[in-house]
């Protein structure tokens, strides 16, 4: 037996022309399964109308707010941390490549192992040169510069560079808690 538009008619509360309530009439002396459906539906709505309406224990929506803040920041952190390693895996890579190809040209320039050796020794002494260079004029420094200013003026230059700190540390420590950073 066919169950449509009959079973539409009983669950929803639209009203019915004759002609609709005429045929429902005739269908539910016939037809047992949708004269159960009605009577099961008519109990439903029955239940719906008798229980009261339920109210949200106190402080649920700042509690479900605070829970998609939570959410929303787990899902930023992940989101984060994977953009950091795909980030980190990128630049191995790229170095690794770079390290190839320039390993490769620098051992097509040279003859030998020993002209390598002996470029890297150079390079070496070079270096260590330089450093020394720099570490003598350090000194230099070291000793002449206390007399050039009076204990004064050290203060004042002391305060300056301890201010001009403490504004970058609170700087830095703003731009950490500025929303969308990690």
């Not at 002396?29 to 109990?43: F, I, K, P, Q």
């Not at 339920?54 to 402080?59: D, F, S, Y």
């Not at 230099?140 to 510069?145: A, E, F, G, K, S």
Request: glycine share 6%; charged share 15%; aromatic share 10%.
């Amino acid at each position: 037996m066919r169950h449509q538009p009959f079973e539409t008619w009983l669950l929803f509360d639209d009203p019915l022309t004759p002609d609709q309530a005429r045929a429902l009439d005739e269908h539910l002396r016939a037809c047992e399964t949708c004269r159960a459906l009605g009577h099961s539906w008519r109990s439903v709505a029955s239940l719906f109308q008798a229980s009261p309406d339920l109210e949200p224990a106190p402080g649920f929506a700042n509690r479900w707010k605070a829970r998609l803040v939570q959410e929303d920041q787990g899902v930023l952190t992940a989101r984060y941390r994977w953009q950091s390693w795909i980030t980190l895996i990128l630049i191995a890579n790229g170095v690794s490549l770079l390290g190839m190809l320039l390993g490769m040209t620098f051992f097509d320039t040279f003859d030998s192992l020993t002209e390598i050796l002996l470029v890297l020794v150079y390079r070496l002494t070079s270096l260590l040169t330089v450093i020394n260079i720099f570490q003598n004029l350090l000194a230099i420094l070291i000793r002449t510069i206390p007399g050039l200013l009076s204990p004064s003026g050290w203060a004042i230059l002391a305060l300056i560079v301890s201010s001009g700190s403490l504004l970058w540390v609170l700087s830095m420590a703003r731009l950490a808690r500025m929303p969308g950073r990690a």
